[in-house]
């Protein structure tokens, strides 16, 4: 494998890498035995994304790496080309030759009579049923798929952005206003999370090291590892399917009573995936369980919303001393926003992206950045993390916690800075990137992954496959 360092060893992913790397406590010589070259943007946009998801990709990589490392005896290098990382990072994929639907027709952005910014906008988000007609209804619109645009539009006229933003948030459903960066740096949620790291690392609970199956140099770095994963919305499923690309055993546990989005057939590939709900004492006695064999516990519930279940942090370090507990949310554990439900495109808007990104392009109209990249980037900052903690628990024993926000992953993209002229790059192809494999969904077309290992190269041990096809139990 080609390996190159010299020209990254001052690059603005180098650096990026190295502050994630101290902060996490892992070894420096680990750095030593990780590429990431290259330098140039690869999607249109005036902000490093390109430099966030290949750092965050190589820091994920990496940890792996490391582990492999501490029960190894030796280090393997590390490759992470960056077109093939952000292209893995596009959400392309088809099933059976069509190409999913991913956006509802009624998600996107629209203008409001008056409010944050000027003109004023909000983002909806309607990719689920509950969320489109509980929107539909707040604004007084036919509730139903037949609802066309035009209506919302209109209804839209008569509010203020920050006021269709709190009473949907008053509501359970998931609307941003359209802020400027130095509006949302003013907001008490941004003040909260000022002084929190990008990955959160805590040891929340005395325990002695969990010793690991037996593994030999071809086994992947997580080998003997397995984690519950759950987590539906492409952050947390991302990076549940990057710990399985380095071997552990990924159990996804879905809610048989929630919805999902058919990006599940790309983000389950390498996992076995099962059904339980949490509901009823039966699937909460079924997760304990689950939980005595588990090294990760990983999830995507508001702050608070497991713990109601019995299944918050501290209560998994009583239930099972060791585990390493993952927690993703949209804006981050404390502050008023904090149980506010998220995705990425409404963190964006939220947060001064899309404002940010019409402006570099001189656009009248509020402007996404051209992948979900605090998903992805989250997603690999969770397996960084998840690693990280694994081997401070190898090393010192303990209980972990570690917490992602998208939020917080947006706040790290703002400090990489801006790229002169980014929005004038053209795409490359995905097409190099692109492998075939059968799956519960059909025939699965989807990027490979992109990170390159010496000794133990990545592989999704389970085909993708649809929810409650596996028992909830780990595999024999």
Not at 392 to 404: D, L, N, Y
């Amino acid at each position: 494998m080609p390996f190159e360092d010299r020209d990254s060893l001052v690059s603005p992913v180098r650096r990026a890498l190295a502050t994630l790397w101290q902060q996490a406590g892992l070894p420096a010589a680990g750095l030593d035995h990780l590429s990431v070259p290259g330098n140039a943007p690869v999607l249109p946009s005036s902000f490093a994304v390109a430099d966030a998801i290949q750092a965050s990709m190589a820091a994920a990589a990496g940890a792996a790496a490391e582990l492999w490392h501490l029960h190894q005896g030796r280090r393997q290098r590390v490759l992470v080309p960056r077109e093939h990382a952000v292209l893995e990072s596009c959400a392309h994929f088809t099933l059976d030759g069509r190409a999913p639907q991913v956006w509802d027709k009624l998600s996107g952005l629209y203008p409001c009579g008056h409010g944050i910014g000027a003109p004023g906008w909000v983002r909806i988000h309607a990719n689920f049923a509950h969320h489109r007609d509980g929107a539909l209804k707040l604004l007084g619109c036919p509730v139903g798929e037949r609802t066309e645009r035009a209506a919302v539009e209109q209804a839209l006229r008569g509010w203020r952005a920050d006021d269709v933003e709190d009473a949907a948030a008053q509501a359970g459903l998931v609307v941003a206003a359209l802020r400027s960066f130095d509006e949302w740096d003013r907001h008490p949620q941004a003040l909260a999370l000022a002084g929190e790291p990008t990955v959160r690392i805590d040891r929340i609970g005395g325990a002695s090291p969990i010793a690991r199956p037996p593994s030999d140099a071809t086994d992947r770095p997580l080998h003997g590892l397995r984690v519950l994963d759950l987590t539906r919305i492409l952050a947390g499923p991302v990076a549940g399917r990057t710990l399985a690309a380095y071997g552990a055993e990924v159990l996804l546990l879905n809610a048989p009573h929630l919805p999902n989005i058919e990006g599940i057939a790309e983000t389950s590939r390498g996992k076995r995936s099962a059904q339980l709900d949490l509901r009823e004492p039966t699937g909460r006695e079924r997760l304990k369980a689950l939980l005595a064999d588990a090294h990760v516990f990983l999830q995507g519930y508001r702050p608070g919303g497991l713990a109601a279940l019995g299944f918050g942090p501290a209560q998994l370090a009583a239930l099972r001393p060791g585990i390493v507990a993952v927690s993703l949310s949209a804006y981050g554990a404390s502050g008023p926003w904090a149980t506010r439900r998220g995705f990425d495109s409404l963190v964006q808007t939220a947060t001064g992206f899309n404002d940010a990104e019409a402006r570099a392009a001189g656009a009248a109209k509020p402007q996404a950045l051209p992948l979900q990249a605090l998903d992805y980037a989250a997603g690999y900052l969770l397996a960084f993390g998840t690693q990280a903690a694994l081997w401070r628990q190898a090393q010192e024993g303990g209980s972990w916690h570690v917490q992602v926000s998208l939020a917080g992953v947006g706040r790290w993209l703002r400090s990489l800075g801006r790229v002169d002229a980014g929005l004038s790059v053209t795409a490359p192809e995905i097409a190099p990137w692109l492998v075939s494999e059968p799956s519960g969904f059909g025939r699965l077309v989807a990027a490979r992954h992109a990170a390159q290992f010496s000794d133990t190269p990545p592989l999704w041990r389970w085909p993708s496959m649809p929810p409650g096809t596996h028992d909830a139990a780990w595999a024999a």
